[in-house]
């Protein structure tokens, strides 16, 4: 006798399930690695490894990477303080972290810009004439200090800190699109947490910091190393929320999506396709690095 299932239509269901992955994830998959021949391996070469395209890589990978770890430590903060305390509006909260999933990501790069525009409501707090501004201010030796450092240029305006159109604003960006992917993996792990051990912990006299570096983090880190990934992944792709407040300054301020978007707009399709390649390898092993950590978890936990 054969081996039967639990659901009848194995067989079929299956089917089905590999027709749907094969027109909508395959065949488009394969069209782009086509696109990208076509125009020749030389072509490819030099588009994906021209100085603009380079800069523009380790703008997209680079702040991504920076606000992901800032993602791993403030979106763990925030879960366990939903999980563990019980405060007026927290479920309102709580709702609020997933709102950049529902957002569409041209508004959150519309309203990101209002917000940190030089003139704008929290923009111009940073003016050198205003408090939050003056610390660094030129005339302040932590300010002369920053004005000779290379990497802080791009921040320092002629009035004060530029945070739209500058790499802060684009990490400003990919922060708010980042942090619900922590919340939300750190936050069932967090609920699965057994007070008891914790007491356990502080009966044989363990101090609140030894109790969390022993007890607690050692079984959030790989959902924290997940949410990291996902949250890494999630922004190395972005385009909406960062067009708007990136400024979009070739080598400096530019992305690779804005680029290929760029090429597309110019006809060549096949260096469009070859970008695209890129970021497609790129997320396949953002992909890899996610399961391998989701499969560590479960060996933790001791699930199949």
Known sequence: MGKRFILPGFGLTLGYTLVYLTLIVLVPLSALFLKTESGGWQHFWNTITSPQVVASYKVSFGISLIAALINGVFGVIAAWVLVRYRFPGRRLLDAIVDLPFALPTAVAGIALTTLYAPNDWIGHLFAYNQPLGSFISPQTPFGAWLATQGWAKDFLGREGLRIAFSQLGIFIALTFIGMPFVVRTVQPVIQDLHLDVEEAAACLGATRLQA?????????????FTGVTLAYGRAVGEYGSVIFIAGNLPFKTQITPVLIVSKLEDYDYSGAAGLGFVML????VILLLSNG?????NRRRGVA
């Open 212 to 224: 969390f570096t022993r007890v607690i983090l050692p079984g959030l880190l790989p959902a924290i």
């Open 281 to 284: 390898l790129a997320s396949f």
């Open 293 to 297: 950590f989701q499969a560590w978890d």
